[in-house]
């Protein structure tokens, strides 16, 4: 089975650009998160979704930051505009309903110039 | 508020050494507790985790982890690292009946030769 799927990698792009961040649950996977993870912040929860409906949404930063699932295969993470201090990485974590373990994704290491 | 505290940003230690990585949690309501693992550029995998019944839990790897009511402590420990081990470990609680994973700050474990 694959596991969560991320995309791109790593992503380098300049300050005021709009970025689009991927992720592909693990089929059967009702839920969603999404994390970012920087040295001075850790690793913080900013949104999760069940059954495709944004549950909470408090860790979100600010209205520059939305996310979506419009399907139960898709999950995007954007930022717009994207500013330095958004550097980071952002990793996709998914779980079935019921159980308590979730899986992560490889992350996506975005450098914002 | 819930918190997870990791005391030891940094542990370094020699291959075939044993281990122990602190974890203290503060909850007022039950919580089940988490260990998961992050190799350089790569997402989270699970280690052990710590639901209800016998306080000591097997996780892979040869970790182990012992759950302590009392001191709200989930301490990890390996009795023999190997080089492979090095990697940033965190603890993490999920409050009974919710789905958010609280996260430690992480501990760096350095294996040397």
């Known amino acids: 089975d694959a596991g969560v799927i991320q995309s791109p990698r790593h992503e380098v792009t300049e300050m005021g650009q709009e970025v689009t961040l991927r992720c592909k649950p693990i089929?059967?996977?009702?839920?969603l998160f999404w994390y970012r993870q920087t040295m001075m912040r850790g690793l913080e929860l900013l949104i999760y979704?069940?059954?495709?409906?944004?549950?909470?949404d408090s860790g979100m930063p600010e209205d520059r930051f939305s996310a979506k699932m419009p399907n139960a295969s898709f999950s995007t993470l954007k930022i717009q505009p994207s500013e330095p201090r958004d550097s980071a990485v952002y990793f996709c974590?998914?779980?079935?309903?019921?159980?308590?373990?979730?899986?992560f994704g490889p992350g996506t290491r975005l450098t914002v110039l | 508020a819930q918190s997870v505290t990791q005391l030891d940003s940094q542990v370094p230690v020699f291959e075939e050494a044993p281990v122990e990585l602190r974890c203290n949690y503060s909850?007022?309501?039950?919580?089940?507790l988490f260990w998961y693992v992050q190799y350089p550029n790569q997402g989270l995998q699970l280690l052990l985790k710590?639901?209800?019944?016998?306080?000591l839990v097997k996780g892979i790897n040869g970790f182990e982890a012992e759950f302590n009511k009392s001191q709200t402590s989930f301490h990890l420990r390996k009795p023999s690292v190997h080089i492979s081990d090095t990697a940033e470990y965190f603890c993490?609680?999920?409050?009974?009946?919710?789905?958010?994973?609280?996260f430690g700050t992480g501990t760096r474990l350095q294996v040397f030769p």
């Open positions: 089929s059967g996977h009702d839920y």
């Open positions: 979704f069940n059954n495709n409906v944004p549950i909470d």
């Open positions: 974590a998914t779980k079935r309903a019921g159980g308590l373990e979730q899986f």
């Open positions: 909850s007022s309501v039950s919580v089940y």
């Open positions: 993490a609680v999920i409050l009974y009946n919710t789905d958010k994973l609280i």
């Open positions: 710590y639901l209800s019944g016998s306080t």
